[in-house]
Each structure stands twice: as structure tokens, then as C-alpha cells.
């Protein structure tokens, strides 16, 4: 179910399992994606297209898909 004002987008890389390796930085096509202190984390959250190839390769189950809201995916920067 599509909640109005929301869009599905990487929800959250939860850094407790992301152990750091890149892959999911290479496997975005839009760039959404970036490392930082030896996390991943969302640097361009408005550029998502909810494609999943960063969850499919991703070798920790660290990446979710869900609901974001229109406002905080424009807002793009997003730590966790
Ligand atoms: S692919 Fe998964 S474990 Fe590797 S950097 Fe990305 S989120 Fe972290
Ligand atoms: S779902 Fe697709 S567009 Fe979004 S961050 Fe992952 S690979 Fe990039």
C-alpha cells in the first residue's frame, strides 16, 4: 500500500551490521550511497529509486526498503 506524501527508498543501512566492505557503493547506479567512517550511509536519499541491487548484494543484510516520506527524501543527507 502507497501511503500518500510517501515513496519507497532505502529506509535504513543499519550500521550495527554494515561491516564496512563498499559493495552497496558500487552497486548504486544513482550514487546514492556513501562511506564514511567505515559505514555506509545515505548521502543522496532524493536520487533513490528503490531499484534494490544495494539490498541484493549487500553481504550483511544491512540495507531496508520502505516508506520514506517525500519531505525527508528531498532532504537527501541522511546519517544512518
Ligand atoms: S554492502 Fe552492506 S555491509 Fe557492505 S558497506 Fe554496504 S551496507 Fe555495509
Ligand atoms: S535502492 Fe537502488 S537507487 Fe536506492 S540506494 Fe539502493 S541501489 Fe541505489
Not at 554494515?18 to 547506479?29: F, L, M, P
Not at 528503490?50 to 516520506?69: K, N
Amino acid at each position: 500500500m502507497i501511503v500518500l506524501g510517501t515513496t519507497i527508498a532505502i529506509d535504513e543501512i543499519d550500521p550495527y551490521r554494515c561491516i564496512g566492505c563498499g559493495v552497496c557503493v558500487q552497486s548504486c547506479q544513482n550514487d546514492v550511497i556513501r562511506m564514511k567512517g567505515g559505514k555506509a550511509y545515505r548521502a543522496h536519499l532524493e536520487e533513490c529509486s528503490g531499484c534494490t541491487f544495494c539490498i541484493e548484494d549487500c553481504p550483511r543484510e544491512a540495507i531496508s526498503l520502505g516508506l520514506v516520506s517525500e519531505s525527508k527524501k528531498q532532504k537527501g543527507y541522511q546519517t544512518k
